[in-house]
């Protein structure tokens, strides 16, 4: 993440670099950018802080911001059928700072900018049901949203639209009498809409949909990063409640708990979204906020129904849904994004209204609050990565003796296990290109073609590497070498440091030199075409 948001203004500054397709990642063939969490848009926003302060200043600012922000959206969603202000902004922080969006700040920070659903949710109220201003406004305001928001996270755009059409449906549903009164309002707004975006998006979408390096097939194994049924309940570590007693649970859930554990209400949680659910439903936004919230809910388990890690082979929705355009490769646990806007609204509007019944009312809104919230709060200190590199890469460094724009190979080496050189390149301002990185490339992979280098560092870095004979050894590794036109090697610290020196002095013939923090072999070229 921190690569990206300092690549975006370095390479806009390098012009006539093609700014979505880049070689400093996984030379010679690279990466297109459209098909990696590049951030495009936010890093353009920063790129005054990333100037001054550089990318990781960037980082820690938009991983905030991007929480504040989300709140603040979601605030004026609530606040539109909620008549008392706090229990908006309380509203809206439950969306801002959800156990969804608090988890995925742990580095997917391009998901927790989740301005655009409340954004939409907003601008479709408004399209149809308010009806205020002109459709063709509130179109051109849907694609200038959307385009902004190809440019940060193509997965949020396409389940954002997923969500949408469900609510648009929804809504038609449940107000059958004014679907005539607003067809021509919706296909004005939407054909304006899709104008908008395209005159925007039509660059980045050729990228993405035709352009070099782009990615095929299902980018993520199914039904691995799904809500487990009790993950709505059990609660995921680094909660306030969890505990040895809830630990061996969460473990038992598949794929990864900052995916699983975003869906987490907790009993009490549970409890309240029903009676809330209940006591409101002869208000009509409380009809439909709590539709909506269920059906994502459901949608966030994925195809078939896990219970406790155990896959029951019980067909769910997403089974459908997977099959639509864009929608094979997002995440379903990621579907909880929007289970905290709809739990926002659903709340928000119940609370206000008790609230404006009298003291009693808001005493059990207290209450309400205090038993739902308490529980979701991580447990202190919040999760944090040291941002150290060695000095060779600073400001003044020795990585100035790299020539600009050459290939260098850097220890640790980077793939779908480590973006340690990434950080480092962004660290050198991109002084060298690299032929390895984390990013999607065809495969698809998360991880460089395969090559013996990687294999042979894969295993060293584990303690598993068995030497070959010398020449076998020094001239397999060679061959990826030349192929990768490597005129400088970098071996930084990294686990079994003393292992990974030792291969590489047998494979360029002589001993490394030790500077600033690493080990380097310059002008690799003569040794390896020698």
Not at 303 to 308: F, R, T
Not at 448 to 470: K, N
Request: hydrophobic share 50%.
């Amino acid at each position: 993440m921190i690569w990206a948001l300092g690549w975006t203004p370095h390479n806009l500054g390098m012009l006539p670099r093609h700014p979505l397709i880049t070689d400093y990642i996984m030379y010679p063939a690279g990466v297109n950018l459209m098909w990696n969490v590049s951030v495009i848009f936010p890093a353009l926003l920063l790129w005054p802080v990333t100037a001054v302060f550089g990318p990781v200043v960037t980082y820690n600012v938009l991983s905030t911001v991007a929480l504040a922000v989300s709140s603040w959206t979601a605030y004026l969603v609530v606040r539109r059928y909620a008549s008392s202000e706090f229990i908006a902004f309380v509203a809206g922080m439950l969306y801002g700072f959800s156990p969804y969006m608090i988890l995925q700040s742990l580095g997917h920070t391009h998901v927790t900018i989740g301005v655009f659903p409340p954004l939409v949710w907003l601008l479709l109220d408004e399209l149809l049901v308010r009806r205020r201003w002109s459709p063709a406004v509130i179109g051109a305001l849907l694609g200038v949203a959307a385009a902004a928001q190809l440019l940060t996270s193509t997965e949020v755009l396409a389940t954002t639209v997923l969500v949408a059409g469900i609510g648009v449906v929804l809504l038609a549903f449940l107000n059958p009498t004014q679907v005539r009164q607003v067809l021509s309002r919706a296909a004005v707004g939407s054909a304006v809409a899709l104008v908008s975006f395209l005159v925007l998006a039509a660059y980045p979408l050729k990228n993405l949909l035709f352009g070099p390096q782009r990615v095929s097939g299902i980018l993520n194994v199914p039904d691995i990063y799904v809500a487990d049924l009790l993950s709505f309940i059990v609660p995921p570590g680094y909660r306030i409640f969890s505990a040895l007693r809830t630990w061996p649970i969460t473990t038992h859930f598949t794929g990864s708990g900052v995916e699983t554990g975003g869906v987490y209400l907790g009993v009490t949680g549970l409890a309240v979204m029903i009676v809330a659910l209940v006591v409101g439903w002869r208000w009509s936004i409380v009809r439909f906020a709590g539709l909506l919230t269920l059906a994502v809910m459901i949608l966030s388990m994925g195809a078939i129904l896990h219970i406790n890690g155990w896959v029951t082979g019980l067909s769910l929705p997403w089974r459908v849904v997977r099959r639509l355009p864009l929608i094979a490769s997002a995440l379903p646990a990621r579907l909880a994004l929007f289970q905290w806007l709809g739990l926002a609204v659903l709340l928000g509007v119940v609370g206000s209204r008790f609230v404006a019944a009298g003291r009693r009312g808001a005493l059990g809104v207290a209450v309400a609050a205090v038993v739902m919230i308490v529980p979701l709060f991580p447990t202190p200190p919040m999760m944090s990565t040291s941002a150290t590199a060695p000095a060779f890469f600073g400001n003044g460094g020795e990585v100035n003796r790299i020539p600009q724009g050459s290939v260098a190979l850097i220890v640790p080496f980077s793939n779908q296990d480590s973006s340690t050189a990434m950080y480092w390149q962004a660290l050198s301002n991109y002084r060298f290109r690299m032929p390895e990185g984390e990013a999607y490339v065809p495969g698809p992979s998360l991880s460089p073609p395969a090559s013996q280098v990687q294999t042979d560092l894969v295993e060293l870095e584990a303690g598993t590497y068995r030497p070959r004979p010398a020449s076998v050894e020094r001239e397999q590794a060679r061959i990826n070498l030349r192929q990768w036109k490597i005129d400088t090697i970098v071996v930084g610290p990294t686990p079994h440091e003393d292992a990974v020196v030792g291969y590489f002095t047998r494979v360029t013939a002589r001993r490394p030199e030790y500077a600033e923090g690493v080990y380097v072999w310059w002008n690799v070229r003569a040794d390896i075409n020698g």
